[in-house]
């Protein structure tokens, strides 16, 4: 049984890709979130710590943060996967599903640690991806949206079948995957608990409208 760490942003793409990872019979020892310099919030979806502590409660996985702005992104990341590396983690697993500079980008962090990258939705249909997630009992909620492609009362949502279609009519990417709207999870197969998510303001930036979620 080979030991991995789960790039982890908690919304559903790296909490499928953590799924499949542990199905093959691999051991997840940590989930790894990236915070913003103020380390309360995530950088990927703005998510809250106490949020990713709770969920790395119910998933029974250590959690590993580090604050960080844009510009030392990359040489912290390494440094965490260097830490990792010694502690015996052989492969780093992460959600990316096909941009390529993505998965170009995790395949060069992990190789300066020689650690082995895997990405175990890359070049999977997005519907099916969508279907397998919803209907193995996985419950995400959107958290943020692009105005330019999603109406800011998506927020609060859960990601259901009528509402993939809903995503398909409206003409964006079903998985959000151009950053239509990203997601946290809060419950499913691999959870011992869902989370019980209290709701809060909404705040707009840059194009972008945020739900203020907390425990």
């Not at 959690?63 to 990341?77: H, K, R």
């Not at 859960?158 to 946290?184: C, S």
Request: net charge neutral.
């Amino acid at each position: 049984m080979d030991k991995f760490f789960s790039s982890w942003s908690g919304g559903k793409d790296s909490c499928l890709a953590l799924y499949y990872a542990i199905k093959e019979g691999n051991k997840a020892a940590r989930l790894l979130t990236m915070l913003r310099e103020d380390g309360e919030k995530s950088r990927s979806h703005g998510l809250n710590r106490k949020v990713l502590r709770e969920q790395a409660d119910s998933l029974n996985i250590p959690l590993e943060t580090c604050s960080t702005s844009w510009d030392d992104y990359e040489t912290n990341f390494i440094k965490i996967l260097s830490k990792f590396k010694k502690d015996g983690l052989k492969y780093g697993v992460f959600g990316d599903i096909d941009i390529q500079e993505h998965r170009e980008w995790v395949e060069n962090v992990c190789s300066k640690v020689d650690m082995q990258a895997l990405l175990p939705l890359w070049q999977q249909p997005r519907q099916q991806l969508l279907h397998d997630f919803i209907s193995k009992g996985f419950k995400a909620l959107i958290v943020s949206v692009k105005e330019e492609d999603l109406d800011r009362k998506y927020l609060g949502n859960i990601i259901t079948e009528d509402l993939v279609k809903e995503f398909n009519r409206i003409g964006i990417d079903p998985a959000g995957e151009n950053g239509e709207y990203h997601t946290v999870v809060i419950d499913g197969p691999i959870f011992s608990f869902p989370l019980a998510i209290k709701k809060g303001n909404i705040l707009s930036h840059k194009g972008y409208c945020f739900l203020h979620t907390k425990i």
